[in-house]
């Protein structure tokens, strides 16, 4: 009779690995995409001809290489394929973790670890949800609920901002963004084995948090100064 080459549950392990590293390097691409664009958004203090010159330029990269708006579009589909990734790796954790609970595991359930964990995939829903009017509203249907032009990038932001409930729901969004980035950038350089030493794990978490404050921060100023009257 054959030995078991495998410890009982140790392929469920790895699997588990797995998936923890694919959340943790769709998440790095996700980061890398929100600095891009909360760098764009900041165009707007430039004025109406800076902030659509940089849209349009978006659209003309690699031109003639690639075809207008190509760059764009291979973007989207990195970040598309970022999104299913994430969203099937942290599902198909949290059922796991949901089926290894015992009872006395679940009446632990007011720890700080389970409120983090509830944070996370409660904030992820929020921000999904967000994401989906984001694209309606700024790209795919581009809705002006001003009754406005929607052919003008600048205006259309402007427009949209303008209106006290779209300026709340963006800023509750970019709340949730920073909080997911925060505990999510933590646990994927804890994932990534970055935070081996206990100065690591300092350094990690101050610059999670640092990195949460500042994409929460700066996509959150162009929506308020909007409101206020400063982004006219």
């Known amino acids: 009779m054959a030995t078991p080459t495998l410890v009982h549950g140790s392929r469920s392990t790895r699997t588990t690995i797995a998936l923890k590293i694919l959340m943790a390097v769709s998440g790095i691409i996700f980061i890398a995409f929100v600095l891009l664009h909360m760098y764009g958004n900041l165009k707007a203090f430039a004025g109406h001809d800076a ?5 349009e330029h978006l659209r003309t990269i690699g031109e003639p290489m690639l075809p207008y708006s190509g760059l764009l579009w291979i973007l989207r589909v990195v970040l598309l394929g970022s999104l299913v990734v994430h969203v099937y790796a942290a599902a ?11 009872t006395k595991y679940v ?14 995939r409660w904030g992820g829903v929020t921000i999904l949800v967000f994401l989906v009017w984001h694209l309606l509203n700024f790209t ?3 809705v002006n609920v001003q009754g406005g032009a929607t052919n003008d990038p600048y205006n259309l932001l402007v427009d949209s901002f303008e209106v006290w409930w779209l300026t709340l729901i963006y800023l509750v969004a970019m709340a949730m963004l920073g909080a997911h980035l925060h505990h999510g950038t933590w646990s994927a350089l804890q994932t990534l084995g970055l ?23 700066g996509f959150s100023l162009v929506p308020i100064f909007v409101l206020v009257g400063v982004i006219d």
Do not use: C, D, P
Request: charged share 25%; glycine share 8%.
């Open 195 to 217: 935070t081996g030493t206990e100065r690591s794990r300092t350094l990690a978490k101050r610059f999670a948090f640092t990195l949460a404050v500042i994409i929460a921060g």
């Open 140 to 142: 795919i249907g581009k």
């Open 92 to 102: 198909t954790l949290w059922v796991r973790a949901k089926q290894a609970r015992t």
């Open 51 to 55: 902030y659509n010159e940089y849209a």
């Open 107 to 120: 009446m632990k359930k007011h720890t700080g670890a389970i409120f983090a964990s509830r944070l996370m």
